[in-house]
């Protein structure tokens, strides 16, 4: 991109140095004030070539301890200078125009050469103001942007001589001068446009459209409840977003992580060299269940609650759940923290009209356990004969058996029905769990995956 950036801006620079040197040798040999003009008209030309390679070469540094937002806005400052270079271009045009048709002119010798240079002229600056609007719509570059305008610019100031020239050389010179001023109005016309882009940049003024577009993109990821904040600045090329959305408060930190990358992937998407920063608050989700509220508040205290059950009783809530603490907490310091949960509860649910909670201390995650398959083959056997006696069952395919200090464990693997709801599925597991519990009461703990059959 820099490369080709500073390619077309070069390029634009040997092209205003052979025209400027063309225009003022055949306007000093004619005597023609037109393509004397022009000569002065090319300098500027040169001028803001020059200002534009400068600017694209600054423009596409990273940014430093002096810029951290880069170096973008020197693209902005230099399409203004071009701006006003045309403003000056067209105070020279009109001026030229006044003092012609006030009789001012002077006499022309004309010759070949004189038609030559102006026609080469427009050839070069229809080739090169093609060139870099091309590039300027490709990379967004306000800077070659102004220099493809101020050359367009050029084309019709190069016609204007012509028609000059051709005028003179039929007896009607008048016709020059309301041509360059007629030229002039419409080079004032774009300046000024082009000169409200500038200054739009310069302020930091947001394109039209770009809020609602990466608006679409941030709304579009699912997990964003709202979208808090929104603030776009563009330098040059580059567009930073520094956006604020609002992800369900009872999320946790990783899915919020997740939701966050998204966003930013989604931006980026919407809108190409942008700079994103994503900032996640927490907020009440429209798809927040009473169940998902409970967990929140007791995660307030460090804490996590688990088998929640809530009961709807005489127009008011029940709420039951499980709260498990470090070990070694104690009775006294466990209940306090109980109490405060409730506390909080009530306060933020009006509705709820009990809140019971069962304390329990954290069990060890690894615990000691055997292999007992062989030794309790019998069993295993009538286990087996159980779980494949039951009608909904299609396949049984694995179960073993574990020792552990407080009793026997065993796990089984079987399939049923893919048509089954997870609601079906459920029953059938916990009426099944029950059944392997009842044939030994060394049985402490059955543990059942169920899959659907293929």
């Known amino acids: 991109m820099t490369a080709e950036k500073r390619r077309v801006a070069m390029t634009s620079v040997f092209a205003a140095v052979l025209l400027t040197t063309m225009k003022l040798v055949v306007g000093l040999w004619t005597g023609s004030l037109g393509i004397l003009s022009e000569a002065l008209h090319s300098a500027l030309d040169l001028l803001a070539a020059l200002i534009t390679f400068f600017a694209v070469r600054v423009a596409d540094k990273p940014p430093d301890a002096d810029h951290q937002f880069g170096h973008g806005k020197i693209e902005n400052l230099s399409a203004l200078v071009e701006t006003l270079l045309l403003l000056a271009t067209c105070g020279w045009i009109l001026y030229e125009a006044y003092q012609r048709l006030a009789g001012g002119g002077l006499h022309v010798d004309l010759n070949v050469w004189a038609f030559v240079v102006i026609i080469i002229s427009i050839l070069v600056d229809i080739g090169r103001s093609r060139a870099l ?5 490709k990379y967004n570059s306000q800077a070659l942007e102004a220099d493809a305008l101020h050359f367009s610019t050029d084309i019709y100031s190069s016609l204007v001589v012509l028609v000059g020239l ?10 020059d ?13 774009i300046s000024v446009r082009l000169a409200k882009r500038t200054i739009d940049g310069l302020m930091d ?6 809020r609602a577009k990466i608006e679409n993109a941030i709304l579009d990821v699912d997990g964003v409840e709202s979208i808090r904040a ?29 939701i966050v990358d998204r966003v930013e992937e989604s931006v980026r998407g919407a809108v190409p060299r942008s700079d994103v920063i994503v900032h996640a608050e927490p907020v009440v989700g429209v798809r927040e269940k009473l169940s998902d509220k409970i967990e929140w508040l007791v995660r307030q205290s460090g804490l996590s609650a688990h088998n929640i059950t809530i009961l709807w009783v005489n127009e008011s809530y029940v709420v039951e759940f499980d709260i498990e603490y470090p070990q070694g907490t104690s009775f006294t310091d466990a209940h306090e923290l109980a109490s405060e949960v409730e506390q909080r509860i009530r306060e933020n649910v009006v509705s709820i009209a009990e809140v019971h909670i069962h304390l329990e201390e954290d069990t060890v995650s690894v615990l000691s356990a055997r292999e007992c398959s062989a030794s309790e083959e019998a069993l295993l056997a009538r ?14 395919e694995s179960m073993n058996c574990l020792a552990k200090e407080d009793g026997l464990r065993l796990t089984t693997t079987f399939t049923l029905p893919r048509s089954h709801s997870l ?4 029953a059938i597991v916990d009426a099944i769990e029950s059944g ?15 899959e659907p059959a293929d």
């Open 423 to 426: 609601r079906e599925m459920h």
């Open 205 to 210: 003024r947001a394109p039209e459209g770009l």
């Open 436 to 450: 392997l519990k009842s044939l030994d009461p060394r049985i402490v703990k059955v543990f059942i995956h169920a």
């Open 177 to 189: 001068a309301i041509a360059a001023a007629i030229v002039a109005g419409i080079v004032v016309w």
């Open 166 to 175: 051709i005028s003179v050389y039929f007896g009607f010179p008048e016709a």
């Open 230 to 258: 929104l603030r776009i600045r563009g330098a040059g090329a580059e567009v930073f977003i520094n956006l604020v959305i609002g992800v369900q408060r009872t999320t946790f930190f990783d899915q919020v992580h997740g």
């Open 383 to 396: 286990a087996r004969q159980y779980v494949e006696s039951h009608g909904e069952i299609l396949s049984l």
């Open 133 to 137: 609007m091309r590039v300027a719509k």
